[in-house]
T-cell receptor, first 115, second 115 residues
Framework: AQSVAQPEDQVNVAEGNPLTVKCTYS??????LFWYVQYPNRGLQFLLK??????LVKGSYGFEAEFNKSQTSFHLKKPSALVSDSALYFC?????????????FGGGTRLMVKP | DTEVTQTPKHLVMGMTNKKSLKCEQH?????MYWYKQKAKKPPELMFV???????INESVPSRFSPECPNSSLLNLHLHALQPEDSALYLC??????????????FGQGTRLTVV
């Protein structure tokens, strides 16, 4: 079985401050990890993914995430938040060793960036 | 073209109506998906088509009927829906289903209201 936990329903940060959105996962095989963002009444947009290689992954809009195997985490980060980053963020995992496993999403974290 | 296009954007239907949701992609992706998303919740997988064949049905009620006329199109036929079926219906596509490494591209969704 595979699962994802996003422990915070909402994260509040001031514009210009660094932001972190937390994600931990559980898979039996190799984790393929993804971050998506969703703006109101829109579909999900892909931000970044970790498949293999460098633990620090850089993605769209200045976001990055760090894969930590020992802590089974894949936290999303950005050095300086923008008001326009306010949205719903989903972490997702797939077991890379199990062909046919579909993506499992976390419950989502609402990011609020205040001016 | 990196878009997944869904029509209509909004749909209101009665419980005795028959309607269809449409999804189109021209990225050459061979896997297409239907998801259902309730407010402030993660997307829930409904169906997966791989190479135009239905490969996964996540125990979805028969009042939802998917169809994949060709590799670029995906439909979701709706009949005798219930008010609790009101949700955002998302279509997505990816390069392949079984490769596991590919991110999914999502359409902006159809907001369905059943009255």
């Amino acid at each position: 079985a595979q699962s994802v936990a996003q422990p915070e329903d909402q994260v509040n940060v001031a514009e210009g401050n660094p932001l972190t959105v937390k994600c931990t996962y559980s898979v039996s095989g190799n984790p393929y990890l993804f971050w998506y963002v969703q703006y109101p009444n829109r579909g999900l947009q892909f931000l970044l993914k970790y498949i293999t290689g460098d633990n620090l992954v850089k993605g769209s809009y200045g976001f990055e995430a760090e894969f930590n195997k020992s802590q089974t985490s894949f936290h999303l980060k950005k050095p300086s938040a923008l008001v326009s980053d306010s949205a719903l963020y989903f972490c997702a995992v797939r077991d890379g060793n199990n062909a046919g496993n579909m993506l499992t999403f976390g419950g989502g974290t609402r990011l609020m960036v205040k001016p | 073209d990196t878009e997944v296009t869904q029509t209509p954007k909004h749909l209101v239907m009665g419980m005795t109506n028959k309607k269809s949701l449409k999804c189109e992609q021209h990225m050459g992706h061979r896997a297409m998906y239907w998801y259902k998303q309730k407010a402030k919740k993660p997307p829930e997988l409904m169906f997966v088509y791989s190479y135009e064949k239905l490969s996964i049905n996540e125990s979805v009620p028969s009042r939802f009927s998917p169809e994949c006329p060709n590799s670029s199109l995906l439909n979701l036929h709706l009949h005798a829906l219930q008010p609790e079926d009101s949700a955002l219906y998302l279509c997505a596509s990816s390069q392949g289903v079984w490769q596991g490494r590919d991110e999914a591209f999502f359409g902006q969704g159809t907001r369905l209201t059943v009255v």
